[in-house]
């Protein structure tokens, strides 16, 4: 999984700053994360434990 912040429609805004990719680079937006199968599991695992944020990407659509 790829995970584009330039494709993200919360990109620079609150919500952004509560991504789980945010807090694993420690800094703003605007950065890409690969993440595998393993990975992705583990961090919602991580998440649904309330220790670690939620990734909450929302990709842009054509038409934006």
Do not use: F, W, Y
């Not at 919602?44 to 990734?55: H, Y």
């Amino acid at each position: 999984m790829l995970i584009d912040c330039n494709e993200c429609v919360m990109q620079h805004t609150d919500v952004c700053k509560g991504c789980i990719v945010t807090a694993l680079l420690d800094g703003p937006a605007g950065h890409q994360v690969e993440l595998d199968e393993g990975e992705k599991q583990a961090l919602g695992n991580l998440a649904a434990a309330g220790l670690v944020p939620e990734l909450r990407l929302l990709k842009k659509t054509g038409s934006e």
